[in-house]
């Protein structure tokens, strides 16, 4: 028989799993430093050393702010597409929550929490709803979520009558920043709004669920395979209909922190965004194949989408040029993720002939 | 019948890690002959027809000759281009266009670029009235049966011009009607002066049409005949004689109590299941490949509705809904594919390991460093040959992939095991430690129910052996009955058919 070979696991924390993440956070530091590059050399150039506004404490936090909508959708979606699917519904779903509050407390006269308690019922039901009929009839997601985009598109048009809808304030409390008081004398002020809290506590219990769950291990067992997830003893219908509950849940959740930020109810709040939270998912290392990928992953995915569009303005390009960065980051993290796993499957292999 | 050689192979070899699946093979075809390729499950056959029809490229050392000329079969299109057609058992067939377009398809007849499609049924018309057939040219290729398909696909061969055609078990899923038809159009287009190559499991379509017939065994050539020269007895011999040491010698132990007992059940293709399996017993189910082996094994563990029959567990009658019921009654089931329905390739040993056992636990938060301690258990308990459990499977070689599996169920503490295929694409060293680890688990007093098409593997490893045929159990054979000549004539259905 063969000697043992398995050497003794060492405990230890591991925030960023093996090395998943490694991609995405080179990635993410090298565009940091090249933004922190452009901004000291163009600083010098004009005759004065200044320290890059980019990664003033500041604009690290307008980031979060910025991006905290789309992250915690993207972290629904990082769910989701572990479990094998995909939602193209969450932009328009997006719209439907933020118009049907705004409805709801100032033209209905519902109260508010009673008026967001309805609403992410309701945003629960419909991803159900879609997870239901995926999961049993076994149809092509893409194109139930595609059908469902535009059903929430024309609920959400019928409510409002095609028209926007302010909220006068009345979501301000979310907005609130905890650490007014911190005010430095040379104008610097920190801003966290509740809902940066909301974003990075979601983050953490989504993590935790998937990483250390029993429903997280089945969600990845059933996008890495139904067929054997199905024979382990998995019920491998109802978890996929749960991830697409989980995720409305999520944007609901998300699109009240959106609503909160803009104060308007409109059609377009929602318009495309479920392509920048596919992308911070796919940027992420989420395979669209499903069982793969991880919500930290999701997390600097979405903060380097986010960052881009901030670094654009900083830098007083023009915001068309954000496209083309977007596009570009998007293209070289998946490839680099792909060649990153090539040559681990190799190592992998040479060390099994060994 | 000329004499005219049409193909030729010398001295082909073909081998895959750790498997030689030819050696040395030399075969020829000549025109107008229909030549049958005899042997077992994994004999080599498929190996072969690829071989010749393109898909697989020989090991260096032999050479094909075509109408005399060495070739190089290095392309499917190269072999097509040839003349040489490929009917593979599984359809190659495009449902939702016309027989015209699936004839043509990829060969179509144009001018200037623009389709001749008046020229293409016409042609395809003349074909099908020729094999006497009333199909229409313009039918849609999925409202026809499966033995229609194939006519199509022969028609194709016709049309085209070929001057060779392998079928590959054409007629697995045939009715006996569409079985002589098909056998009487073959007789038909032999005349032509086409070479068939035919390969079938069912001795009496060999016999029916064959001229001449060659057996492989375990990737060698045995003999090559006339049909006249062979009997049905003396062609099982040839498939099935073979030394004595790929069987692996076990120990046998005294039966304990019944732990699983079938009644009559039905379902999921197979009828009038009944049969019994004690402690430390294996009891085999055998049978040509669609005689519901595999059916009645996932209809055991719930992955299929039975339709009536009863199934009692340590005298308990049992209804299993789904399998996450069959694993807590202490089932288990290492399936035939073990990639398809057996393991998560993108994921770890550890996750592997752990997840079919989930269903026992009632804890609903994992521990990863547990895992990893219990993935790593198995990988010493097993011999798996991989640096630790946190290595990805798809990184496996199959028989470390099928050690995985075996984990998988050992982590339930299931007592039950069904073994679907155990050593299916698993070299010979490994095929050895996968028996040894069943052994080692009748020794612990489990049960195990296999299936399999590996005729050495049936006959020592089993106590008894279930014979399967056209999805229900056709004899029992006893440990002193069980060999491969019993086995063969009661799945082939003896000299009845």
């Known amino acids: 028989m063969k000697q043992s070979i398995v050497p003794q696991e060492r405990r230890k924390f591991v925030l960023f799993g093996k090395g998943e993440n490694s991609t995405v956070l080179m990635i993410l530091v090298f565009f940091f430093v090249a933004i922190v590059f452009v901004q000291l050399i163009s600083g010098a150039a004009a005759g004065k050393v200044a320290y890059p506004s980019f990664i003033s404490p500041v604009n690290l936090l307008n980031i979060i702010m910025q991006v905290a ?90 409510i409002c009558n095609s028209q926007e809808i302010s909220t006068k304030g009345a979501l301000a409390g979310l907005k609130k920043n905890l650490i007014e008081g911190a005010k430095g004398p040379s104008g610097l002020s920190l801003t966290i709004p509740i809902y940066v809290i909301v974003f990075l506590s979601i983050t953490i219990i989504i993590w935790w669920l998937m990483k250390y ?142 | 019948m000329s004499n005219k050689v049409i193909l030729s192979l010398n001295n082909i070899s073909k081998s895959f890690p750790g498997v030689n699946a030819l050696q040395n093979i030399s075969f020829d075809l000549m025109k107008g002959e229909v030549h049958c390729i005899c042997g077992e499950n994994g004999a080599g056959k498929s190996t072969l027809i690829k071989v010749i029809s393109g898909a697989y ?85 999925d409202e026809l049966s499966s033995g229609e398909q194939k006519i199509v696909e022969i028609a194709k061969a016709l049309v085209l011009e070929r001057k060779v055609i392998i079928m590959d078990e054409p007629t697995s899923s045939f009715s006996m009607n569409e079985i002589d038809h098909l056998l009487g159009i073959i007789q038909k287009i032999k005349d032509t002066g086409i070479g068939i190559i035919y390969i079938s499991h069912h001795l009496d379509e060999v016999f029916k049409i064959a001229d001449r017939i060659t057996v492989l065994r375990d990737g060698r050539h045995i003999i090559t005949c006339n049909v006249q020269e062979i009997d049905e007895p003396q062609l099982i011999r040839y498939m099935v004689g073979r030394d004595a040491t790929a069987f692996y010698h076990r120990e046998f132990y005294q039966p304990g109590e019944t732990v699983l007992k079938v009644e009559n059940l039905s379902g999921n293709g197979v009828n009038d299941i009944s049969f019994e399996v004690r402690r430390g017993e294996v009891v085999g189910f055998a049978g040509m490949v669609g005689s519901g082996r595999s059916e009645l094994m996932t209809l055991l563990f719930g992955g299929a509705g039975k339709s009536s029959g009863k199934i009692f567990i340590l005298g308990k009658e049992v209804n299993f809904k789904d399998p996450s019921n069959a694993i807590k009654n202490k089932m288990c089931y290492i399936t035939e594919d073990r990639q398809s329905t057996g393991l998560f390739l993108i994921h770890t040993i550890a996750r592997n390991t752990i997840i079919a056992n989930m269903v ?51 982590n339930t503490n299931g007592e039950i095991f069904i073994f679907d295929e155990p050593t299916r694409g698993i070299d010979v060293g490994a095929k050895q430690e996968i028996y040894q680890i069943m052994m080692n688990l009748l020794k612990e007093g489990k049960a195990i129910i296999m299936a399999s098409s590996d005729m050495p593997e049936m006959v020592s490893m089993s106590d008894r052996v279930m014979v399967m045929r056209k999805g229900r159990i056709v004899g029992e054979l006893s440990k002193d009955k069980v060999s491969e000549e019993n086995i063969l004539e009661l799945s082939i259905g003896g000299k009845k058919i």
């Open chain 1, 69 to 158: 909508a789309v992250g915690i959708m993207a972290m629904g979606m990082t769910v989701v597409m572990v479990g094998g699917g995909i939602d193209l519904s969450v932009g328009m779903l997006t719209s439907f929550v933020t118009i049907f509050i705004a409805k709801a407390i100032i033209d209905w006269g519902i109260p508010l929490y009673a008026a967001i308690i309805m609403v992410i019922i309701l945003s629960i039901a419909f991803e159900a709803a879609m997870g239901w009929i995926i999961s049993r009839f076994n149809v092509e997601p893409f194109i139930i979520t595609l059908g469902g985009m535009i059903a929430f598109r024309g609920i959400a048009l019928l």
């Open chain 2, 57 to 141: 490229q020989p090991d260096p050392g032999g050479n094909i000759l075509f109408e005399g000329k060495p070739v190089s079969l290095n392309h499917p299109y190269a072999a097509m281009k040839l003349g040489i057609q490929t009917i593979y058992q599984e359809h190659t067939i495009f449902p939702h266009l016309s027989i015209t377009e699936n004839i043509f398809v990829g060969m179509e007849i144009t001018k200037n670029g623009m389709m001749r499609k008046a020229e293409m049924k016409n042609k395809t018309s003349e074909v099908l009235k020729y094999l006497h057939s009333d199909l229409k040219p313009d039918q849609l290729v």
């Open chain 1, 213 to 354: 769950t029993k429903y997280g291990r089945r969600v990845y067992a059933v996008g890495a395979n139904r067929n054997a997830a199905f024979l382990a003893g998995i019920s491998v219908k109802n978890i996929v209909m749960s991830t697409y509950a989980l995720n409305g849940l999520l944007v609901g959740i998300a699109a009240i922190m959106l609503l909160s930020r803009v104060n308007t109810a409109i059609i377009t709040v929602g318009q495309n965004l479920e392509i920048d939270v596919i992308a911070a998912t796919v940027v992420g290392g989420v395979a669209m194949s499903g069982g793969k990928g991880n919500i930290w992953g999701t997390f600097i995915g979405a903060i380097l989408l986010g960052s881009i569009a901030n670094a654009m303005n900083i830098l007083r390009l023009q915001s068309e040029w954000q496209f083309v960065a977007k596009g570009i980051i998007i293209i070289a993290a998946v490839t680099a993720g792909a060649i990153v796993q090539v040559r681990q499957a190799k190592v992998q292999q040479l060390k099994q002939i060994k």
């Open chain 2, 360 to 410: 026992n636990t009632k804890r609903l938060i994992v521990n990863p460093n547990q895992e990893i301690k219990t993935g790593n258990h198995f990988i010493e308990k097993l011999g798996t040959k991989a640096a630790n459990s946190q290595v990805l499977v798809m990184n496996l070689s199959g028989g470390n992939q099928q050690k995985v599996v075996l984990a998988k169920w050992f």
